[in-house]
């Protein structure tokens, strides 16, 4: 990941001269454009990214996800709303309702997908992956 942000000779946070980055104030004294707080929030998350720090969930409360439910024994894909996102050790779980069954799962987010055909192709790299292992 290339960064967006460096430090000064000042030790502020600066963004580098870009054309995709067109939304500077004012310039600094090495020709660069600083404009402030924005720009140390975006070196924070550029510097959470770079030491593995920053989790992302694939959605958010209330979305509907498709989930692969025990894909190594079973294989079945469900949709669940997700009522809630954990972060348990490095991992992120989602958690909500089965929608047919009225049942409370939780899944990691490696087994759940925004569409059904998504789902369908998880289930397959798995089922291939899992053919190849034996």
């Known amino acids: ?35 402030g707080e924005p720009i140390d929030r975006l070196a924070e998350l550029e510097d959470e990214l770079e030491n593995g ?4 969930a694939p959605c958010k409360v209330g979305d509907e996800m498709w989930i692969l439910n025990d894909p190594y024994f079973v294989g079945d894909i469900f949709a669940m709303k997700v009522e809630a996102i954990e972060i348990r050790s490095d991992e992120v ?6 929608k047919e069954a009225s049942e409370y799962f939780e899944s990691r987010t490696s087994f759940a ?18 053919r190849e292992e034996i």
């Open 1 to 35: 990941m290339e960064r967006l942000t460096y430090k000064n000779a000042k030790g502020e946070w600066c963004v580098k001269n870009n054309p995709k980055c067109a939304i500077a104030t004012c310039s600094n004294d090495e020709g660069r454009y600083y404009i």
């Open 53 to 56: 720090t920053l989790l992302k």
């Open 93 to 98: 779980y989602l958690c909500g309702y089965h």
């Open 113 to 130: 997908f925004k569409t059904r055909e998504e789902a369908g192709k998880g289930l397959e790299e798995l089922k291939n992956a899992e």
